[in-house]
């Protein structure tokens, strides 16, 4: 059967356990895959990590469930942690137009979006 880990997932659907923390550019991840999605391509997996977005490169090393890892973005592209996303989540919460949130942060008003929304990577 072909495993789909879908950008909507939560982390929580898709891992038992999740740590990453950011350096640079990149994101170092490590985590343990549920059961279900074991047999998931490193693709998927990458993607789903990524939440879709463009990077330079990436490793990855799988030991069974167990995956780790780091993907390199581009430098020039802000990266969102997930206190920025609790702080676009407030502003939207205050009143604040999306449109105005993307340009204050650099991000798309689609982002803004699927931020506020709890959608895709920005699931929690």
């Not at 640079?24 to 991840?29: C, L």
């Not at 780091?70 to 939207?92: G, H, N, S």
Request: aromatic share 16%; with cysteine.
């Amino acid at each position: 059967m072909a495993i789909n880990l879908k950008l909507h997932y939560s982390f929580n659907q898709v891992f038992s356990s999740y740590e990453e923390r950011y350096v640079g550019n990149s994101i170092i991840f490590e985590g343990c895959l549920k059961p279900h999605n074991q047999e998931a391509k490193d693709a998927q997996v990458i993607r789903f990590i990524s939440g879709g977005r463009r990077y330079l490169d990436y490793e990855l090393e799988r030991d069974g469930a167990y995956v780790k890892g780091r993907i390199r973005y581009y430098a020039y592209r802000p990266f969102f942690t997930r206190q920025d996303w609790a702080k676009v989540r407030l502003l939207k919460s205050k009143g604040v137009k999306q449109v105005d949130i993307a340009h204050y942060f650099g991000i798309s008003e689609a982002a803004v979006s699927r931020i506020v929304n709890r959608k895709g990577a920005y699931a929690e």
